[in-house]
Every structure is written in structure tokens, then in C-alpha cells.
T-cell receptor, first 114, second 110 residues
Framework: DAGVTQSPTHLIKTRGQHVTLRCSPI?????VSWYQQVLGQGPQFIFQ???????GRGNFPDRFSARQFPNYSSELNVNALLLGDSALYLC?????????????FGPGTRLTVT | LAKTTQPISMDSYEGQEVNITCSHN???????ITWYQQFPSQGPRFIIQ???TKVTNEVASLFIPADRKSSTLSLPRVSLSDTAVYYC???????????FGKGTMLLVSP
């Protein structure tokens, strides 16, 4: 079975630009979460979506937004990129919104902002 | 969510048993303890989860004392491929937001 997939693998953007990252969950998983991981730190929660609705939001500015599509795939959008947005962006899916702490992570998208 | 404290790094040799202890003094009654493993440039991978006493799976064991203020992840007979960062998380089972600390960097040498 395919795991969580993310695209692109790597991305280089310039300050002020916009970026869209994509995630496809494991088949049957309806919950998708996004995390940001800067070098040397653990992943930090950005958003969680379940059944196309936002169910949780971390402490990130409004420049960060996301959505989930009818097929449960998801996009993370970041506007007005800053140097500090350079990080590994991880997507995780889970089977249901509650009932398990087990989330399945994708390989991530490495974003570099110059 | 309860704050966790774990060692920044640990060193071991192939074939040894490794025990990583996590402190979570403010754990709540309905909190579970979960461990994730992360290799460089990969997403974290679920290892094990428990509430009390001992849990064992094909990868690791998790020991939780009666007061639940700490827990120990035990990796039997580690190999070079176990070199990774290990995260201890505490929260309510089913809580969809995972809160990661800095984790423990385990380095396994030949």
C-alpha cells in the first residue's frame, strides 16, 4: 500500500513569494495534519483537517493556510515567504479524527527561502 | 498538554540494549505516552504507545511506573540503523495534534 506522499520533494523560493505544498494521505485516511520542522527542532503543528474541515490550528501566522479536497488530499499554502519559513514541511494522515495517537507521516517537502 | 523532558543525546554500540527515559511530571489522568522515531530528512514514525505498566511490540518496549511521571523506551539489541531521533509525546489518545519536543538523538556505533 502507498504511504503518505508529498510534492514537491524540494523547493527553492524567494522572499515574498507564495508556495503551495501538496499531500496525499494513505487510502482510507480522512484526517490530514501539517507540521513544520526547522533544523534541530521537533515538528511543530500547523493545521489539521478532517472531512474537509479545519479541526485544529497551531500558532502560525495567517500567511499559512490549508485546505482539504473531496478525495482527502490537502494543500498547504504559505504567502509572503520569509527566510524563517525555510523548513521541512511534513504531512501526516490518520484513519480517524480521534481514537489513536498514531499518525503516518510523509517524507516531507524541503522548502528553502532565499 | 504535559511537558516532557528527555536527554538531548545518547550513545550506544551495536547489540546493546538502549533505554531512553522521558520525564513528564504533569501528566494528566487521561494522557497516553507515545514514542516516535525520526531518521534524517524523513517524517517521524510511530513506535509504541502506552498508558501504564508495560507495553511491548516487535520493535520496542515501553515501561511506565505506577506514578506515570516518567516512562522508558527500551530498544533491545540496537543496530546501526537505529541511529535516529526519538521523541516522547504525552497527550490524550485521539488528540489529533502531536506536540513534539526536541527529542533524543541516539547514535549507535559499530
Amino acid at each position: 500500500d502507498a504511504g503518505v506522499t508529498q510534492s514537491p520533494t524540494h523547493l527553492i523560493k524567494t522572499r515574498g513569494q507564495h508556495v503551495t505544498l501538496r499531500c496525499s494521505p494513505i487510502s482510507g485516511h480522512k484526517s490530514v495534519s501539517w507540521y513544520q520542522q526547522v533544523l534541530g527542532q521537533g515538528p511543530q503543528f500547523i493545521f489539521q483537517y478532517y472531512e474537509k474541515e479545519e479541526r485544529g490550528r497551531g500558532n502560525f501566522p495567517d500567511r499559512f493556510s490549508a485546505r482539504q479536497f473531496p478525495n482527502y488530499s490537502s494543500e498547504l499554502n504559505v504567502n509572503a515567504l520569509l527566510l524563517g519559513d525555510s523548513a521541512l514541511y511534513l504531512c501526516a494522515s490518520s484513519f480517524i479524527n480521534s481514537g489513536s495517537y498514531e499518525q503516518y507521516f510523509g517524507p516531507g517537502t524541503r522548502l528553502t527561502v532565499t | 498538554l504535559a511537558k516532557t523532558t528527555q536527554p538531548i543525546s545518547m550513545d550506544s554500540y551495536e547489540g546493546q540494549e538502549v533505554n531512553i527515559t522521558c520525564s513528564h511530571n504533569n501528566i494528566a489522568t487521561n494522557d497516553y505516552i507515545t514514542w516516535y522515531q525520526q531518521f534524517p530528512s524523513q517524517g517521524p514514525r510511530f513506535i509504541i504507545q502506552g498508558y501504564k505498566t508495560k507495553v511491548t511490540n516487535e520493535v520496542a518496549s515501553l515501561f511506565i511506573p505506577a506514578d506515570r511521571k516518567s516512562s522508558t523506551l527500551s530498544l533491545p539489541r540496537v543496530s546501526l540503523s537505529d541511529t535516529a531521533v526519538y521523541y516522547c509525546l504525552v497527550g490524550v489518545e485521539g488528540y489529533s495534534t502531536l506536540t513534539f519536543g526536541k527529542g533524543t538523538m541516539l547514535l549507535v556505533s559499530p
